[in-house]
């Protein structure tokens, strides 16, 4: 099992930055995959940002530029920093792992909301 806990989440206003965190229970180095979705309601859950342990991130063509995929091995913690928030950026945020054995795990999920 791997737990993972999202954090960083809020109300902010149009144009506003917000930094969102997720903590794994296992080394992030050891992870096949790492990112980030969000979902609104009546919609499917997208991507928003990946990182595959082959070195490559990939970004929602929609989103680059404005957000960004940091991460940190040695806290175990991976972070979507996401600049110039726009209303249609609401969403709940949730990371997502796969593992080196194929199985995925799913945060809990932190609410975005951007005011206009």
């Known amino acids: 099992q791997v737990q993972l806990v999202e954090s960083g989440g809020g109300l902010v206003q149009t144009g506003g930055s917000l930094r969102l965190s997720c903590a794994a229970s296992v080394s992030t180095s050891t992870l096949n995959v790492i990112g980030w979705h969000r979902q609104t309601p009546g919609k499917q859950r997208e991507l928003v940002a990946s990182f595959s342990r082959g070195g490559s991130t990939n970004y929602a063509d929609s989103l680059k530029g404005r957000f960004t995929f940091l991460r940190d091995d040695a806290k175990n913690t991976v972070y979507l920093q996401m600049n110039s928030l726009k209303p249609e950026d609401t969403a709940v945020y949730y990371c997502?792992?796969?593992?080196?054995?194929?199985?995925?795990?799913w945060g809990q999920g932190t609410q975005v909301t951007v005011s206009s």
């Open positions: 997502r792992v796969i593992t080196n054995y194929g199985r995925i795990f």
